[in-house]
């Protein structure tokens, strides 16, 4: 099978196309990413050509570890030899007992209840069942510009109009209020129906960093009304903020948090909720209802082999004081950056998760073309730097979304040497879209028109 998959490689994005998603295989196509990528290890990935790209996307995170860490594979493999039972909804392995105990000794106050998923978005909807359902509340508040994922729970939380059109109607009850707005968040808590609260402590679409005590205070006021205070830390969790998680900056005891992505070692799919035992029980704990919320894989063998063996390699390489270190390297490097390009607008970063939001130009044409480009597509205009760092550097990073944001998610396991070739490549295409005769404002411009020739069409007819 893996000798048809790899011989089948000049077909995939062909097979993509016909039975998976053809309009991601023609995006992809338009902004170059079409790449035929055949392996991939550490900071990198290889294309057919053995050409390295290195990597500051990570799946959005996925591949924290870097890619194909060997101390995760290595228990993969000893999980597969030792031909463990896997029955999960008949059984309890002592790895998912292992793995529960693990993140709890890693988190705050009586947080030593789990329960295991395959996705982040599903740790979030278990959270939002547990909560309705150990305070008898029927509302749910998020944040504006939040995201906790695309299934219809979580999604009736997110925070951008743009993930839930033509999905309606959503859950009612889902509310939301400013992030860092804390009259707000207090007038909705004071009627006293509010089951949870559910926050990122650090917003992952744009890394909007929370301001100053807002969070200890968001808190204090979930205490006061008797409302379950939850920190999505799915993309924050594990290491990427400098810490084992992001609510260790602030102190924080929350009523549930929730975790992901990091904990898959980039290998299986793996996601949890910790709450405390009193509220799990509360929730689901009576013998009449220890089977109404399940997970068909959520203990699999595989995936808490994973995650065990991930939260080893994190501790074992230090990687929250590493994403500490080298994140203080990007920082530094990027405002050194900003001082000399009138482009780079802000940088918000928190170990590892940096986003460098983009500001209009001032020169008369390239601000024409800046507004061109908003006018085709809100999240055009990073392109600008996405394309040419990806084709002429090997460098992959993302745009946000429907905003001026790049966003960046190197792995935890970046070196110094890497961070600096980031630097000079990005260096390179910002000194060529300052320039009077620069190559990537005419491809991005020529994307805008024809997105814009191609709304005009459809809505012509």
């Not at 998680?245 to 009523?255: I, K, M, T, V």
């Amino acid at each position: 099978m893996v000798a048809d998959a790899l011989a089948r490689g000049g077909e995939t994005l062909e097979l993509a196309a016909r039975h998976l998603d053809h309009s991601l295989v023609d995006v992809l196509a338009i902004l170059g990413f079409d790449r035929q990528y055949v392996s991939a290890r550490g900071s990198y990935l290889y294309d057919a050509d053995g050409r390295a790209y290195l990597d500051f996307h990570t799946g959005e995170g996925f591949a924290s570890l870097g890619h194909n860490h060997p101390g995760v594979r290595e228990v993969l493999h000893a999980a597969l030899a030792a031909d463990l039972v896997d029955g999960v909804q008949l059984h309890y392995s002592a790895l998912a007992g292992m793995l529960a105990e693990e993140l709890s000794q890693r988190l705050p106050g009586e947080l030593d209840a789990v329960f295991f998923a395959s996705t982040g978005a599903e740790a979030v909807d278990t959270a939002m069942k547990f909560a309705r359902a150990a305070t008898g509340r029927p509302r749910l508040i998020s944040c504006d510009s939040s995201f906790h994922g695309v299934t219809l729970g979580p999604l009736s939380l997110v925070g951008d109009e743009f993930f839930k059109e033509g999905f309606g109607p959503l859950l009612p009850g889902c509310e939301r209020v400013p992030f860092g707005d804390l009259g707000r968040l207090e007038a909705e808590l004071r009627a006293k129906d509010v089951a949870a609260f559910i926050v990122e402590p650090i917003q992952g679409r744009m890394v909007t960093l929370p301001p100053a005590g807002y969070l200890r205070a968001a808190q204090a006021l979930c205490r006061r009304y008797g409302t379950m205070f939850v920190l999505d830390e799915v993309q924050t969790g594990l290491g990427r903020t400098g810490r084992w998680f992001a609510l260790e900056h602030w102190g924080l005891e929350p009523d549930f948090v929730l975790v992901g992505k990091a904990l898959s070692g980039g290998y299986m799919p793996v996601a949890a909720t910790v709450t405390t035992r009193e509220i799990y029980q509360r929730a689901v704990g009576t013998l009449e209802r220890c089977y109404v919320h399940q997970s068909t894989f959520g203990r699999n063998r595989l995936s808490m082999a994973a995650g065990l063996a991930s939260m080893r390699v994190i501790d074992s390489e230090r990687l929250p004081e590493r994403a500490a270190r080298i994140g203080a390297v990007l920082r530094d490097g990027l405002a050194e950056l900003q001082r000399r390009y009138e482009m780079i607008k802000e940088i918000r970063a928190s170990g590892l998760m940096i986003g460098i939001e983009l500001g209009a130009p001032s020169a008369r044409v390239a601000r024409l073309n800046w507004r061109l480009m908003h006018l085709a597509s809100e999240g055009l205009f990073p392109q600008l730097i996405v394309i040419p760092l990806h084709r002429d550097h090997g460098v992959i990073t993302m745009a946000a979304g429907k905003n001026d944001v790049i966003k960046l998610l190197p792995p935890l396991t970046l070196s110094e040497s890497e961070a600096h070739s980031f630097l000079a490549a990005l260096d390179a295409v910002l000194a060529d879209c300052h320039g009077p005769a620069s190559r990537n404002w005419a491809i991005v411009r020529d994307i805008a028109t024809a997105t814009l020739r191609r709304r005009a069409r459809s809505t012509s007819r």
